[in-house]
């Protein structure tokens, strides 16, 4: 059976992105797993490559379909905006945010119209596409609007080695966090993780659901959210069979063994704990939504842009995480 053919959308022109994707993209563990597929501007592909010393051979198709994988050239498919200003790099510009943008929509529309199983995305910067005007407050909310999918329903999972944390809110204050912790939306993300999980290949995943407060409330001496909103949405999914338990305090939950994912309530109880244990390794995975998409949880870079450092280091776990859960859902395998 032919190697899954992942998407690859470089991200900011103007960062580390088209240097990542492009040394993943010509990497041997990369290419023995799945057939990638660039997807961004040439121009900004060809500068990084230059100013990186490498000079692939380059095929740039205006479709996905007219990809071409049997020699060792790299296919990009072009994405460009249709502005054409040239890169310049490490500067934050809205030129950039939409390039960004449109790289990261073509490649989810080939996996919508099934010409990709999967798609990972370099970085962007937020500053960038804000000066573009675009909303946007991270990847999962954009995969769900792109592919229709109810905002709400599609959450972050952070993937290293064996551990995945998912997050039941993300890129927003943290008094709006606060704000958004309800029980439909704590039994939501428990849902989603669930099915998400038997998705890559696990048959009957257990769960660890982290609190809001410190020591998860202390029965209530620190809050009252644990009791009233998580411990409640953990027990209504247990009703239908789900195997989550909690909550957990976040300081102490990850050193618990025996879970396949751990829920945190707010964005930095999950980023600080991946980052500290994983930093060039790791992975973000929107789950929820109808395709497969992943990112690398790491920035732009715009400090070491264009010098040819940049590590690929978590573009390359992100695609090969991918391709190998496609290989499962292709041939039936259980981890």
């Known amino acids: ?13 103007a960062g580390i992105g088209p240097e990542i994707a492009l040394k993943a993209a010509l990497d041997p563990r990369v290419r023995d797993l799945c057939r990638p597929l660039l997807v961004g501007d040439p121009a900004a592909v060809e500068l990084h490559a230059q100013a990186a010393g490498f000079s692939p051979k380059l095929n740039v198709i205006g479709r996905a ?4 994988w049997k020699d060792s050239a790299v296919n990009l498919l072009d994405a460009r905006d249709g502005s054409n200003e040239p890169v310049r790099i490490g500067v934050v510009d809205a030129a950039y945010g939409r390039a960004s943008i449109a790289s990261a929509r073509r490649a989810i529309k080939a996996a919508l119209d099934g010409s990709v199983e999967a798609v990972v995305a370099a970085p962007q910067t937020e500053r960038s596409i804000a000066a573009a005007g675009i909303a946007f407050d991270g990847y999962p909310s954009f995969v769900a609007r792109e592919t229709g999918t109810p905002v709400n329903d599609v959450y972050l999972m952070i993937c290293f080695d064996q551990s995945r944390i998912v997050h039941a809110t ?15 939306r704590v039994e939501r993300v428990i849902r989603v993780t669930d099915a998400s ?5 696990i048959p009957n995943p257990k769960i660890f659901v982290g609190g809001l407060n410190p020591h998860a409330g202390e029965d209530g001496m620190f809050g009252r959210e644990e009791i009233e909103i998580i411990e409640p949405a953990i027990h209504k999914t247990a009703q239908d069979g789900i195997e989550a338990s909690g909550p957990f305090g976040a300081d102490t939950m990850f050193r618990k063994k025996g879970c396949d994912a751990f829920i945190v309530m707010l964005h930095d109880q999950g980023h600080i704990a991946a980052k500290l244990q994983a930093f060039n390794r790791t992975a973000g995975l929107s789950i929820g939504s109808p395709i497969l998409f992943s990112s690398v949880a790491h920035g732009s870079a715009h400090d070491i842009a264009g010098k040819g450092q940049a590590d690929p280091g978590a573009m390359i776990e992100a695609i090969t995480r991918l391709a190998r859960v496609n290989a499962r859902g292709r041939h039936g395998v259980r981890d």
């Open 170 to 184: 993300l890129h927003v204050s943290v008094r709006e966090a606060v704000a958004l912790i309800t029980r439909d």
């Open 197 to 201: 999980l038997k998705k890559l290949g």
């Open 1 to 13: 059976m032919p190697l899954p053919r992942i998407a690859i959308a470089t991200g900011d022109p």
């Open 65 to 68: 379909a007219d990809a071409d």
